[in-house]
């Protein structure tokens, strides 16, 4: 089992970043995919959650801003991340809900101009 994200940087406030996560291994989809994130001296906190029917949840400060996708039958999805605030830099870690959590290693995302 691997799971990998991509597309970190860094970004002026206002800009857009677009994150990915593909977990590999699985012989099944996955029912539930999430992003967190970590701030420097702050808890990890949900951002998004997508199911495998499309379901989707975010937590409210990201609402309008952030659009979380997946691709169909697979197990693998994208963070869509527009007008990006300072307090939105963070490590984002992608989580897959399996018959065990999977954790990613954690993509840096860094707001700031």
């Known amino acids: 089992v691997q799971v990998v994200e991509s597309g970190g940087g860094l970004v002026q406030p206002g800009g857009s970043l677009r994150l990915s996560c593909t977990a590999s291994?699985?012989?099944?989809?996955?029912?539930?995919m999430g992003w967190y994130r970590q701030a420097p001296g702050k808890q990890r906190e949900l951002v998004a959650l997508?199911?495998?029917?499309?379901?989707?949840n975010y937590v409210d400060s990201v609402k309008g801003r952030f659009t979380i996708s997946r691709a169909n039958g697979k197990n693998a999805m994208s963070l869509q991340m527009n007008s990006l605030k300072p307090e939105d830099t963070a490590v984002y870690y992608c989580?897959?809900?399996?018959?065990?959590?999977?954790w990613g290693q954690g993509t840096q995302v860094t707001v700031s101009s």
């Open positions: 989580k897959v809900v399996a018959l065990s959590d999977y």
């Open positions: 291994g699985f012989s099944y989809i996955i029912s539930v």
């Open positions: 997508i199911t495998s029917e499309g379901n989707t």
